[in-house]
């Protein structure tokens, strides 16, 4: 409700999407990041000045930004670093993890955010977090991928050039912006290399694992396109696309009036 008074004014700071748990003090949220990345939300503030306002101001308009960073895996297969896979042979990815640079064996020591606060008071266009705390790890597994099969993502021949989206739709990694440009961290790919006849029996099948690291300051409202190489020796991780997230639309939302 406005109030009656002309004089008297109203501050409107908004975030979405509204999650009861959310502890709020002032302006600002904590938001803790969930171990579980299908957990992941998108969080978003209301960067559009809403501060003093009265009943003769108009329609109250929120314009949302995103205050989390993105992180995606794209996934290819070679042979020898540049030559598609032999005929027959197939590779599976059974694991990735994202850790601390520190963590050279995919052990899971982490070194990402785990909590922080977002400030609404924000009117720019980049987060305002402070407080940020923690050091945890992320891993992906088969129920992370597209397609979600349970023997891994499946690399063939034909898809030596051509990267492959691995993150399913309810797996994109959300992060609290951190700078990683000093030391970076670390991805850890575990995948199988598998050799069949044409009758599917397997000649022979062995697993290969493979630390890469990535420095890269995560920013809010950016995603980040990390592409995997897996080959039949190691694999190779590169950071291939940074980009700001697409902008959506208006939407109307119901509310009671004077």
């Not at 993890?97 to 070194?111: C, N, P, Q, R």
């Not at 720019?124 to 940020?132: I, Y």
């Not at 850890?188 to 630390?211: A, C, M, P, R, S």
Request: with cysteine; charged share 20%.
């Amino acid at each position: 409700y406005w109030p009656h008074t002309q004089t008297d004014k109203v501050s409107f700071f908004a975030y979405a999407p509204y999650v009861s748990t959310f502890a709020l003090n002032s302006t600002k949220i904590a938001y803790s990041v969930d171990n579980d990345v299908t957990k992941h939300i998108d969080l978003c503030w209301s960067s559009s000045d809403t501060r003093d306002m009265n009943q003769n101001s108009g329609t109250v308009n929120f314009e949302f930004k995103h205050a989390l960073a993105r992180i995606d895996f794209t996934v290819y297969a070679t042979a020898d670093g540049a030559s598609p896979l032999p005929a027959g042979m197939t590779i599976r990815v059974k694991r990735v993890m994202l850790t601390g640079a520190t963590d050279k064996t995919g052990s899971g020591v982490g070194e990402f955010y785990e909590q922080g606060k977002l400030n609404l008071y924000n009117e720019t266009t980049t987060a305002d977090w402070s407080d940020c705390a923690g050091a945890q790890s992320f891993t992906l597994s088969p129920t992370h991928f597209v397609g979600k099969n349970a023997n891994g993502f499946v690399l063939t021949q034909a898809n030596s050039s051509a990267p492959l989206q691995l993150n399913a739709d309810d797996s994109h990694i959300m992060v609290i912006p951190q700078d990683f440009s000093a030391n970076g961290f670390n991805i850890y790919v575990e995948y199988e290399v598998i050799l069949e006849d044409k009758g599917g029996h397997e000649y022979f099948k062995y697993v290969n694992k493979g630390i890469g690291n990535i420095k890269v300051n995560l920013e809010s409202g950016k995603a980040y396109t990390i592409a995997i190489k897996t080959d039949l020796e190691e694999s190779i991780v590169d950071l291939v696309s940074i980009t700001e997230w697409g902008e959506g639309g208006s939407v109307l939302i119901p509310g009671i009036v004077s």
